[in-house]
Structures are given as C-alpha cells and as structure tokens.
C-alpha cells in the first residue's frame, strides 16, 4: 500500500487523538488511532465500557471533531466549518442508535422522510425513495403509525430505513441490539448482513463480542487504542 489516498478508503484517520478537558484537568479518549476502512466492508468496533467507542463513532458520524490528527471521510477532509461537518455528515452517514431515536409525534413514513428533508429534498420529491426504504424493511403495512404503536423491533427497522433513505456512503449502528430481545436482535443483525451483501459499508459499535463476530472484521479498542483489527473468518466469504 502506498501512501496516496486509496480511492477505495471511504474512511481514513491519521494519528486522532480526541482530548475531553474538564476544568484545569483533561483525558485522552483517543490515542494515535490509525484506521483505514474500505467501501462495502462490515466492521464492529468492539471493546470495554470506557474504551473510547462512542468518542471513536463520534468522531466517524461527523457529530465531533478529534482534538487532533486527519480524518478523511469518502475524499473529503472533515477539519471544516461545522456548518460543512453538518452536509457530510447528512449526505454521507445513516445512523442507527440503540435506543432508535425516533420522534415520537411522527408516524413511521414522517421519521423516515426526515433526513432527506434535512438535505432539501421537496416533500413531493421523498415519497418513492420511502417507499423503497419502508419497503425494504417490510414496515409497509405500518406507515401512519407512531413509535408509540410499534414493537422495538419494528421500531429499530424503522431506523434503519431512516438511516437507508439518503443512500449513505456508511451506515453507522451503535449497539443496535442493545435495547432488543436476543430473538429481535437477531433479525436486525440479518438485516445488517442483508444490507452489506447488496454493497453497503457497515460499522457497527458494540460491547458484545456475540454480536460483533457478525461482522467481517473486528476491531477491538482498549483505553482510546486500537488493539486489535482482525478478519472475522467464519463471515468472511460466507
Ligand atoms: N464529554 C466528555 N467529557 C469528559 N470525558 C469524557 C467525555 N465523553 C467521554 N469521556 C471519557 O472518555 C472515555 C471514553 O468514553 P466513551 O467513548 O464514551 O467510551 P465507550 O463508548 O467505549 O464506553 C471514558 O473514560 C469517558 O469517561
Ligand atoms: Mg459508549
């Protein structure tokens, strides 16, 4: 590998070191992390309470900056205006939250309608791209309905078609079994699976080391460090 950008990185991070200061003290969450991650790939990030993942997926979605160090995301170098962090982070990442970050006063067609409103998308312009993504899902039966009158798995595919609706260039899951029953949780990881085998880029956050061996690679992170990035040969070529 050389040291050119490889077109097929849609993520590359250089030496980040995240910093939180509280008052005159201060803690390094993440540490001289170097991560380079390939289009269509299916990674978790595992390790411990306290390890730096959420700091780590922060930072991946484009909701935090590193204190310092390079993160290029699809091309395009995140050290900008967080007006511009806010456009990639919409055009490029679907997020999928382990307590499904609904709104509640929105029945399933208006939540999953949301994030291409965000990217200015004409109301009468949304209605096939949540059709495909509700579709997908198979919640088309249920699209006035509220999270209210949804089960917590109907709930977090809901999320999951809000996270599909733009096309993202990653789709970023951060415990998303972590609120459901094993037999619930099950079925979203095969949607996961499903999602990546038509060519998605998946990065899931996980403590469950279970869930993670879903995934094709696994990379464990210990005290703001990665410790260990492996190919998880019984889903590689599976
Ligand atoms: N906003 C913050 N201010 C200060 N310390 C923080 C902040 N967020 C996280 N930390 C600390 O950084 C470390 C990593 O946290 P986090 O990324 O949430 O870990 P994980 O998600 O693996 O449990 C922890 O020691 C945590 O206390
Ligand atoms: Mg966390």
Not at 98 to 125: A, H, I, W
């Amino acid at each position: 590998m050389g040291e050119n950008l490889n077109s097929k990185d849609i993520i590359k991070m250089t030496n980040i070191e995240k910093v939180y200061k509280m008052g005159t003290s201060s803690f390094k969450a993440l540490d001289t992390v170097n991560l380079s991650i390939s289009k269509g790939e299916y990674v978790a990030i595992v390790g411990p309470s306290g390890a730096g993942k959420s700091t780590l997926m922060n930072i991946i979605g484009c909701l935090d900056k590193p204190t310092s160090g390079e993160y290029i995301l699809d091309g395009l170098n995140t050290n900008c205006s967080d007006n511009k962090l806010a456009e990639i982070r919409n055009k490029k990442i679907g997020f999928i939250f382990q307590n499904y970050n609904l709104l509640p006063k929105l029945n399933v067609l208006e939540n999953v309608e949301l994030p291409l409103l965000y990217l200015g998308y004409p109301s009468n312009k949304t209605k096939e791209k949540i059709k495909i993504a509700v579709e997908k899902v198979g919640l088309d039966k249920h699209i006035k309905h509220k999270p209210s009158e949804l089960s917590g798995g109907q709930m977090q595919r809901v999320a999951i078609a809000r996270a599909l609706v733009t096309d993202p260039q990653i789709i970023l899951a951060d415990e998303p079994t972590g609120a459901l029953d094993s037999k619930t949780g099950k079925e979203v990881l095969k949607m996961l699976t499903d999602l990546n085998n038509e060519g998605n880029t998946i990065i899931m956050i996980t403590h469950d080391k279970e869930i993670a061996s879903h995934a094709k690679r696994i990379i464990t992170v210990m005290d703001g460090k990665i410790t260990s990035d492996i190919l998880n040969e019984s889903q590689v070529g599976a």
